[in-house]
């Protein structure tokens, strides 16, 4: 798990880059918990029927990270073998109030700068 905080003021936004696309898992007043009940929060009850585990909500859902709702972008291989584009963390430039990650589907061709940013 690799874990961004930005911290402007008296807020701050927890990103985490676990899968290729940042999820934000916390906005508000500076967070002083440990960060592993931070995300018992996120945790969701699982009924019968469903995946056992619940996919991350990213700021950019995908199907192959397991969301079953809207993608959040669509893609496909040129050979068409693959429908759904599959991202990895390539670089992360990070400073005080913004990040900046990068992610690339090499297979797909697809690559996505997230640019994210906590202001005054």
Excluded: C, N, Y
């Excluded at 967070?31 to 585990?53: M, N, V, W, Y």
């Amino acid at each position: 798990m690799t874990i961004h905080h930005l911290t402007v003021g008296d807020r701050q936004l927890i990103t985490e880059t676990t899968s290729g696309v940042p999820e934000i898992i916390w906005f508000g007043a500076p967070f002083t918990h440990d960060l592993a009940e931070l995300h018992k929060t996120g945790q969701r009850p699982i009924a019968k029927a469903q995946l056992s585990a619940m996919p991350a909500a990213s700021i950019l859902p995908t199907e192959a990270d397991g969301w079953v709702g809207q993608p959040g972008i669509e893609g496909l291989r040129a050979d068409g073998s693959t429908w759904s584009p599959r991202f990895v963390v390539d670089s992360v430039d990070e400073a005080e109030q913004h990040v900046v990650i990068t992610s690339t589907d090499t297979q797909a061709g697809l690559r996505i700068v997230s640019d994210i940013a906590i202001t005054p």
